[in-house]
């Protein structure tokens, strides 16, 4: 993550912990929601695992398919205790919390859509037997977030995570439920020397240049970065590393283009 970013998170986390009589004085509840969305391997749980150990909460990890309604989902609510991270991961694939709030002809073209794609109809079907073990409704899920139950304590700290924010309904992440969206995106240069001297101890090489020139062409998750920067064995030294992640990044490069050209390749051939 880049620097200036994680600053301003630590800061705003640091602030809310402080917060009790600010959040009195202005009549809310002591909680603050974070939405961390972007690419798979981006993030998004070490995430939640480093704003745990910064402030010391307790973490709860909420699989919504397993609560029976809203009744229960308030119940489990209740429990969680102060100083906690109540985080629903992959918010998304969890219950099928758009369904009726979008319009006929939209839900047609999704329908559509994921029965053209295997992995969308899989994904359907376990949605689908999610909600039949699971009546948590979108509106049960509203109230668990900013209802009358949730002011029941205080010094909470809700996370959803997601790799498609666009699928989310706009009521779950608005303002006010969700404070923070924070986009966890691909490695740039600045969250790569981060990687590099947590890996490799070191702060500069050579080879950095031509890292962060490819950087900027190419899309890898910090993940994937991070896995080319591991020693596989006791002989590969830090240049090794880098080589091998250099090696890594022109071949997404090269895939990429060709990627590109084959979509060209269709488009002309649709219009000729």
């Not at 699971?134 to 997601?162: H, P, Q, Y």
């Not at 439920?177 to 070191?202: G, P, Q, T, W």
């Not at 022109?250 to 000729?272: C, D």
Request: proline share 3%.
């Amino acid at each position: 993550m880049a620097t200036k970013l994680k600053e301003q998170i630590k800061n705003d986390l640091i602030k809310f912990t402080k917060g009790k009589d600010y959040y009195a004085k202005i009549g809310k509840a002591w909680k603050r929601g974070y939405l961390l969305y972007g690419p798979p391997g981006t993030g998004k749980s070490t995430m939640i695992a480093a704003m745990a150990n910064f402030l010391n909460y307790d973490v709860y990890d909420l699989e919504l398919t397993t609560v029976k309604d809203n009744s229960e989902l308030r119940k489990l609510l209740i429990e969680t205790t102060s100083k906690s991270i109540i985080v629903i991961e992959d918010i998304d694939c969890s219950l099928d919390l758009t369904g009726p709030r979008k319009p006929k002809k939209e839900k047609e073209d999704d329908e559509k859509d994921k029965n053209k794609d295997p992995v969308s109809k899989k994904k359907k079907e376990l949605e689908e037997e999610a909600s039949k073990r699971s009546k948590v409704t979108l509106s049960g899920l509203l109230n668990f977030i900013d209802g009358i139950w949730s002011a029941c304590g205080g010094e909470r700290i809700i996370v959803f995570t997601t790799n498609y924010v666009e699928k989310l309904d706009p009521a779950l992440i608005r303002r006010g439920r969700m404070d923070r969206h924070i986009e966890m995106s691909y490695c740039c240069f600045e969250a790569f020397k981060v990687l590099a001297k947590n890996y490799l101890d070191i702060d500069s090489h050579e080879l950095f240049v031509k890292i962060e020139k490819l950087l900027e062409e190419v899309k890898m998750t910090p993940a994937d970065v991070a896995e080319n920067l591991m020693p596989k064995s006791v002989d590969e030294d830090e240049e090794t590393c880098l080589k091998n992640l250099i090696a890594a990044l022109e071949e997404e490069k090269l895939k990429a283009e060709q990627e590109e050209k084959e979509k060209e390749k269709k488009l002309m051939h649709n219009t000729s």
